[in-house]
Structures are given as structure tokens and as C-alpha cells.
């Protein structure tokens, strides 16, 4: 699903990743970790496309990044569920409307907007907060619609960056379930962490694997994620 070939990226002429090598198996969940500032958001940046690789090559879904076009960089996005530590949600509009954004995007109808919308806000536990506006909204009923938009298109790869980090413990773990009930609906998830223990409690749920960031460059002996 994803190959990353020695890959690197630099800002301003000083490196943040150096020499990626490794694959992204499908239907796999995967853990992303390594301390602040070990590159693990530029990471997800890269694999959202955000960001293209100064180094390297990069190929997301057999299609190497390298040339694409905006339309065919906005085909692969469409692909790609992405879940943000800081919510990046609109005030101005409801939960219900926040969510159905990516499928706004994609120009689908009402009507099938509203038949997708209305399951999935049973499903992460927000089917009597469709209305309210996310200044209303606790922490962690923010994450979770954050995760309704990120894969209300049905996405093949949902990555998320520190999804915990603004919730209490019981939260996180709610959270957590929510993403290890996608993969086992056979979705690829890579989710970022520096909580070791985070790690710990899914890898007893799932079949997790490690991919370790350090210093921008992959630890020893995890070469796939």
C-alpha cells in the first residue's frame, strides 16, 4: 500500500528524515513512535501528502508520488483518513456538517450524505450531538468526530497524529477502540504516539507493529511499519 525508498526531507536545509526505507502492509495497524521532535509528524505529512520527499521516492498505492498532478494528488487524498491531534474542526459548523466535509468535497449528494452521516454518528457514540457546534464539545468529543470526518469517505488508510493527546486516560482507551474496530473492518491504520503505554494496552488487542522514529531516522530492526 505504501513504500517509502530512502526517503528524506529537509526544511530549511536541515534534515528531519533521513534515509525512510519501509513498507506499509494493507490491513495491518500500526504504531508510529519516538520522542518530540523525532519527525513523526512530518512522517504522516508526507504520507497524507502534505509534504513531498526531498529525497528519495515515496509510492502510495502502487503510484509513486513523484510529478503528480492536483488532480491526481487529490484522487489519492480521497484514499487517506486523517485524524489530527488538534481536531482542526470548523466552529462555525455543526458536528454533523464538520463530518460530511470530505464528502462535500467529493461532490456526492445529500441524500447519500445523510445516510452515511447518520450511522456513523451512532458509531463513535455522537448520534444526539449531530447539532452542536464544536465550542460545545468536550476533548474528547471532538477526537471522535475528528475520526467520523477522517473516514466518512471509507478511506483504505487512516493515519492519525497523537489522537490521545488531549484526553483523559478512559478517553484515550475509548478512542483507541474505535481505531482497532476499523482495522479489524480491514482499514490501514498508522497512528503516532510518543505513549509507550498506549502501545502496550492495543498491542494486546490487535496485532500492532512498531515503527520506531529517532533523531529523524528509523530505529534498528523496525523496517516495516
Same mark, same amino acid.
Given at each position: 500500500m505504501v513504500s517509502l525508498d530512502e526517503v528524506g526531507f529537509n526544511?530549511? !536545509?536541515?534534515?528531519?528524515?533521513?534515509?525512510i526505507t519501509a513498507s506499509l502492509v494493507p490491513g495491518t495497524f500500526n504504531f508510529l513512535t519516538g520522542p518530540s521532535g523525532a519527525g513523526k509528524t512530518t512522517l504522516l505529512q508526507l504520507l497524507s501528502l502534505e509534504l513531498r520527499p526531498t529525497a528519495g521516492s515515496l509510492s502510495m498505492f502502487g503510484d509513486p508520488t513523484a510529478g503528480l498532478d492536483r488532480q491526481a494528488t487529490s484522487r489519492l487524498r480521497r484514499r487517506i483518513g486523517i485524524v489530527f491531534q488538534d481536531f482542526r474542526l470548523l466552529d462555525h459548523l455543526s458536528v454533523a456538517e464538520n463530518v460530511v466535509v470530505p464528502l462535500r468535497i467529493a461532490g456526492l449528494r445529500a441524500e447519500e450524505r445523510q445516510r452515511d452521516l447518520s450511522d456513523l454518528l451512532d458509531w463513535v457514540g455522537l448520534a444526539n450531538r449531530g447539532d452542536a457546534r464544536p465550542p460545545e464539545l468536550s476533548a474528547g468529543e471532538k477526537q471522535r468526530t475528528a475520526i467520523a470526518r477522517a473516514v466518512i469517505n471509507a478511506p483504505d488508510l487512516i493515519?492519525?497524529?497523537?489522537?490521545? !493527546?488531549?484526553?483523559?486516560?478512559?478517553m484515550a482507551g475509548k478512542l483507541m477502540r474505535l481505531l482497532t474496530e476499523l482495522n479489524?473492518?480491514?482499514?490501514?491504520?498508522?497512528? *503516532?504516539?510518543?505513549?509507550?503505554g498506549l502501545v502496550?494496552?492495543?498491542? !494486546?488487542?490487535? *496485532? *500492532?507493529?512498531?515503527?520506531?522514529? !529517532?533523531?529523524?531516522?528509523?530505529?534498528?530492526?523496525?523496517?516495516?511499519?
Amino acid at each position: 500500500m505504501v513504500s517509502l525508498d530512502e526517503v528524506g526531507f529537509n526544511y530549511d !536545509g536541515r534534515p528531519i528524515l533521513t534515509r525512510i526505507t519501509a513498507s506499509l502492509v494493507p490491513g495491518t495497524f500500526n504504531f508510529l513512535t519516538g520522542p518530540s521532535g523525532a519527525g513523526k509528524t512530518t512522517l504522516l505529512q508526507l504520507l497524507s501528502l502534505e509534504l513531498r520527499p526531498t529525497a528519495g521516492s515515496l509510492s502510495m498505492f502502487g503510484d509513486p508520488t513523484a510529478g503528480l498532478d492536483r488532480q491526481a494528488t487529490s484522487r489519492l487524498r480521497r484514499r487517506i483518513g486523517i485524524v489530527f491531534q488538534d481536531f482542526r474542526l470548523l466552529d462555525h459548523l455543526s458536528v454533523a456538517e464538520n463530518v460530511v466535509v470530505p464528502l462535500r468535497i467529493a461532490g456526492l449528494r445529500a441524500e447519500e450524505r445523510q445516510r452515511d452521516l447518520s450511522d456513523l454518528l451512532d458509531w463513535v457514540g455522537l448520534a444526539n450531538r449531530g447539532d452542536a457546534r464544536p465550542p460545545e464539545l468536550s476533548a474528547g468529543e471532538k477526537q471522535r468526530t475528528a475520526i467520523a470526518r477522517a473516514v466518512i469517505n471509507a478511506p483504505d488508510l487512516i493515519l492519525a497524529d497523537e489522537p490521545t !493527546g488531549n484526553v483523559d486516560p478512559e478517553m484515550a482507551g475509548k478512542l483507541m477502540r474505535l481505531l482497532t474496530e476499523l482495522n479489524r473492518q480491514g482499514k490501514t491504520v498508522l497512528v *503516532a504516539t510518543h505513549d509507550l503505554g498506549l502501545v502496550r494496552s492495543v498491542k !494486546g488487542q490487535v *496485532a *500492532a507493529r512498531v515503527l520506531r522514529l !529517532g533523531q529523524g531516522t528509523l530505529s534498528q530492526g523496525a523496517s516495516d511499519l
